[in-house]
């Protein structure tokens, strides 16, 4: 069984080409990250009717903190929570330059931990050319969440690269907070046997100041990256085969609520 918990729709926003790409891959079901704003790639338009068709994808729906001081945007965000299928909420920071501590979202934080919905922060590099703020996308702008909402259940996308041993420190701190291994290489590059060597050496110096994999989630961020090919670098880490299911799989089913048949 293997869960990829960070993909997105394509720029066409077909569903269709992403359960292609899972069944290519050996992939079971994927989560699907759904913008907020009208006319975004991967809108939640086009996320809710692909979950609604698809048993085997779940959406995760992102929160543009610019729009937080309109209640009837916290509203509309609270409804989808409510949806079949809606997993969690996404959060940029970094992008949209906002501390994960900023007092305005502590409503929707307690919302979340209150009614169990997990939460996923962008952590590590921004894109080159970014109007973002790194300062803010930085692992340990989660510890102070993760602190005060003890019972809310935090991912780091992106496992806060290439800050991965501040990510893991956090990890380690925190029993509420998890690390997805998604994007950790070049965008829409193939990935290649050197690519998976180093990815290896990188993860080995987390592993051994973690003793483990067991706060990991399997992710790609596709379309960004083959899902068959970023699935065979996470199966080159030396794992246990305990430890190997909670990446791949049981840790995603468990924080996100997934039920797979
Ligand atoms: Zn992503």
């Keep these: 069984m293997v869960i990829d ?39 939640v338009v086009q996320v809710l009717d692909a979950v609604s068709r698809s048993d085997r994808l779940w959406a995760l729906v992102n929160c543009v903190f610019s729009k937080t001081v309109e209640l009837k945007y916290v509203e509309e965000l609270t409804r989808l929570l409510q949806e079949e299928r809606v997993v969690g909420l996404k959060f940029y920071l970094g992008y949209e330059e906002y501390s994960a501590n900023d007092e305005r979202l502590h409503q929707l934080y307690e919302y979340c931990e209150q009614h169990d919905v997990p939460i996923m922060f962008h952590t590590g590099v921004l894109e080159a050319g970014s109007t973002g703020l790194l300062e803010y996308s930085h692992p340990l702008q989660v510890d ?91 199966q080159a880490l030396e794992m246990e085969p305990a430890e190997r299911e909670l990446v791949m799989h049981a840790n995603a089913a468990r924080i996100f609520g997934i039920t797979t048949s």
């Excluded at 292609?20 to 994927?30: L, V």
């Design 5 to 43: 918990c960070h993909t997105h729709l394509d720029d066409d926003g077909d569903a269709d080409k992403l359960l292609q790409s899972m069944d290519e891959a050996g992939i079971d079901a994927s989560i699907v990250i759904a913008e907020t704003l009208p006319g975004d790639v991967s809108n």
């Design 144 to 234: 102070r969440v993760a602190t005060c909402f003890p019972n809310l259940n935090i991912v780091m996308a992106h496992m806060g690269n290439p800050w991965l041993i501040d990510c893991a420190a956090v990890l380690a701190k925190n029993q509420n907070v998890f690390a997805d291994m998604s994007a950790f290489f070049a965008e829409n590059m193939p990935i290649t046997a050197h690519d998976v060597k180093v990815f290896k050496q990188r993860m080995e110096q987390v592993r051994v100041f973690l003793y483990s994999y067991q706060k990991f989630l399997f992710g790609t961020d596709y379309p960004l990256y083959s899902q068959r090919e970023y699935l065979g670098a996470v």
